[in-house]
Antibody, heavy 121, light 110 residues
Framework: EVQLVESGGGLVQPGGSLRLSCAAS????????MTWIRQAPGKGLEWVST???????YYADSVKGRFTISRDNSKNTLFLQMHSLRAEDTAVYYC???????????????WGQGALVTVSS | QSALTQPRSVSGSPRQPVTISCTGT?????????VSWYQQHPGKAPKLMIY???KRPSEIPDRFSGSKSGNTASLTISGLQAEDEADYYC??????????FGGGTKLTVL
């Protein structure tokens, strides 16, 4: 059974840093397309970043240069390192496994339960 | 890059059909057949309902269907049930390895 469990959320001051973790089970992170998607309180979903199995990474313009997606193959875990946090980064951050192969692609077929990040002084 | 456009709310009676639209541009919805739909109940994580415009994961009931015409994708639920009341989001590949979501639609079952 595919499971994704996020951790590391919390309250951080503007300009601060935080690292989210996403522990995966039931599949191998390094063999899959992994995504972070966030949802500000009462708002819609926003794609944040993708890590391909190849190791290539991509980011939304809103987080480029501040956030870094990575993985630890030995721990089968995905990370999102966030720096220079702003109030507008306040959101529930979801880790998701995507599925892109051949002529089929979607960024998130399995989702974690989410981790709340609050940026406030 | 603006979000895809969805109606803020739709409603329907049990056993009746309802359609949610998702309008993008010729650079996303209109160009790629990588449109997906997600259902989100309050306080829960989203759930994949439709991918690649019209494909359904095996566990999703066949009363959920997807389609696309030009720059607009649609999710149709035939035979509404009470448990279908939720928020629905569309998502499209937007090129350059990026994705764009719709603003979300609140579905109310009357």
């Amino acid at each position: 059974e595919v499971q994704l469990v996020e951790s590391g959320g919390g309250l951080v001051q503007p300009g601060g840093s935080l690292r989210l973790s996403c522990a995966a089970s039931g599949f191998t992170v390094s063999n899959n397309y992994m995504t972070w998607i966030r949802q500000a309180p009462g708002k819609g979903l926003e794609w944040v970043s993708t890590l391909y199995s190849s190791g290539n990474t991509y980011y939304a313009d809103s987080v480029k240069g501040r956030f870094t997606i990575s993985r630890d193959n030995s721990k089968n875990t995905l990370f999102l390192q966030m720096h220079s946090l702003r109030a507008e980064d306040t959101a529930v951050y979801y880790c998701a496994r995507g599925n892109c192969s051949g002529s089929s692609c979607n960024p998130a077929d399995y989702w974690g339960q989410g981790a709340l990040v609050t940026v406030s002084s | 890059q603006s979000a895809l456009t969805q109606p803020r709310s739709v409603s329907g009676s049990p056993r009746q059909p309802v359609t949610i639209s998702c309008t993008g541009t010729s650079s996303d919805v209109g160009f790629y057949d990588y449109v997906s739909w997600y259902q989100q109940h309050p306080g829960k994580a989203p759930k994949l309902m439709i991918y690649d415009v019209s494909k359904r994961p095996s566990e999703i009931p066949d009363r959920f269907s997807g389609s696309k015409s030009g720059n607009t994708a649609s999710l149709t639920i035939s035979g509404l049930q009470a448990e279908d009341e939720a928020d629905y989001y569309c998502c499209s590949y937007a090129g350059s390895y990026t994705w764009i979501f719709g603003g979300g639609t609140k579905l109310t079952v009357l």
